[in-house]
C-alpha cells in the first residue's frame, strides 16, 4: 500500500483482450474492484483440470510500475462413455433364399459416444466374435481414434459370416467393449454392450422312393430295385436320419442311416433289392411304403416323418400248353 494518490489506471489479463474498467483517480486509503469479469473455458482448460490466470495493473505515479497477481482454479474433471452395439443383415449366401444360411453376413455397428466433459483417447476396441476386426469412420481399419471429444461420437463396423451352428440355435450373441484413458491418464473407462441377432430357423426335408425292373414280364425269383434320396430343404442342419421300409427289412435298410445332413445338401442310398415271389406276380402289382425320420441339428427337436409309396406294376400273360395224345387201335 502506497502513500499517493494514484491515477490513469489500466489493467491487463492474459485471457481477455478487450475489457473495460472506468476508474477514477484512486485516493489514498480507497480501493476499486473491477469485474466480474467472465472468461469461457476451453477444451483444453477442462482437459488440463485447472485454468491459472494473471492480470496486472498500471498506474500514473511517480515511481509505481507494473503490479500483477495470479490465480489458480482447479476444474472438477467427469470422463465417462457409453457403448451402443446393434446389428443388421449384410450379404446373403443365397441372394434368391428368403431365410438366413451359413456363410450370410451380419454386420455388427458400434457407436461410442463421450458422454462427459473430458476429451477421450480410445485405447482398444475388443470383438472377439469378429477377431477384433473393426473399421471406424474416418480412420484405416483396425486404426484407433485419436481422441473423442464430449458430445462426439466414434462410429465403427465389423462384419460376421453365420456358421452352421449359429442358424441350427436360431441366433448369435456379441459382446464388444471398449476401453479409454482421461486426459491426465487418471482413469481408465470401459464400456460394453452386447446383441443378439436373431434367425428364422426351419427343419424340413423332401424325400423321394424309386422303384425299378430290368422286365415288364417278371417273374418270381426277378428283384424289384429300390432307391432313396433325402434332401435337407430347411436351413437348419439334420441329425439322425433313418430311412424305413417293411418290405425290405431293417437289415437291407442299414446303410439308409445318416448322423449329419446340412442344408441344400442330398443323400442317396440304394440300390436294394427285393425278390418277386409268385404272390407278387399273380398280384401284377408290388406297392410299398417307405419312410425317413430325424431331428433338428443342436436341438433334438423330432421332424415329423416323411413317407413316400413306389408302385411297380407289370403285365400278367397267361399261357396255356396242350398236349394231344394219340391212341392207336
Known amino acids: 500500500m502506497g502513500n499517493i494518490n494514484l491515477h490513469d489506471l489500466t489493467f491487463q489479463d492474459q485471457d481477455i483482450d478487450h475489457f473495460f474498467c472506468n476508474i477514477q483517480p484512486l485516493l489514498l486509503g480507497e480501493s476499486y474492484v473491477c469485474g466480474p469479469i467472465s472468461y469461457d473455458l476451453t477444451q483444453s482448460d477442462i482437459d488440463a483440470g485447472f485454468k491459472s490466470n494473471t492480470a496486472c495493473v498500471n498506474g500514473v505515479t511517480a515511481n509505481m510500475g507494473e503490479s500483477c497477481d495470479t490465480v489458480n482454479v482447479t476444474i472438477p474433471q467427469f470422463s465417462s462413455m457409453e457403448l451402443t452395439k446393434t446389428a443388421s443383415a449384410g450379404m446373403k449366401a443365397y441372394p434368391t433364399e428368403e431365410l438366413s444360411y451359413a456363410n450370410d453376413e451380419v454386420v455388427w455397428h458400434l457407436q461410442m459416444i463421450n458422454t462427459g466433459a473430458t476429451t477421450l483417447r480410445i485405447t482398444s476396441i475388443t470383438d472377439a466374435l469378429v477377431n477384433n476386426e473393426f473399421t471406424c469412420t474416418g480412420y484405416v481399419k ?24 449359429d442358424v441350427n440355435i436360431g441366433y448369435v450373441e456379441n459382446i464388444a467393449c471398449i476401453s479409454a484413458t482421461d486426459p491426465l491418464l487418471k ?3 470401459h464400456s460394453c454392450d452386447s446383441e443378439r441377432w436373431m434367425i428364422f430357423t426351419t427343419a424340413e ?18 428283384v424289384v430295385e429300390y432307391t432313396f434320396s433325402i434332401t435337407n430343404t430347411g436351413n437348419v442342419g439334420l441329425e439322425n436320419i433313418v430311412v424305413s421300409d417293411p418290405l425290405l427289412g431293417s437289415m437291407a435298410m442299414s446303410s439308409c442311416h445318416w448322423s449329419l445332413l446340412d442344408p441344400m445338401n442330398s443323400l442317396t442310398c440304394g440300390p436294394i433289392e427285393h425278390v418277386l415271389t409268385q404272390d407278387d406276380i399273380d398280384k401284377g402289382e408290388l406297392m410299398n411304403e417307405a ?3 430325424g431331428t433338428a441339428a443342436e436341438r433334438l427337436t423330432p421332424l415329423e416323418s416323411v413317407c413316400q409309396r413306389a408302385i411297380s406294376t407289370w403285365t400278367l400273360i397267361l399261357a396255356i400248353s396242350l398236349e394231344q395224345v394219340y391212341y392207336m387201335a
Do not use: I, R, W
Request: aromatic share 4%; charged share 15%.
Open 187 to 189: 482413469e481408465t473407462l
Open 142 to 165: 483396425n486404426q484407433l481414434p485419436d481422441t473423442v471429444l464430449p458430445g462426439t461420437s466414434v462410429d465403427c463396423t465389423s462384419s460376421y459370416q453365420l456358421t452352421q451352428t
Open 291 to 293: 419312410c425317413v425320420d
Open 205 to 222: 426335408l423332401s424325400f423321394t422312393k424309386e422303384s425299378h425292373m430290368t422286365t415288364n414280364v417278371p417273374k418270381a425269383g426277378d
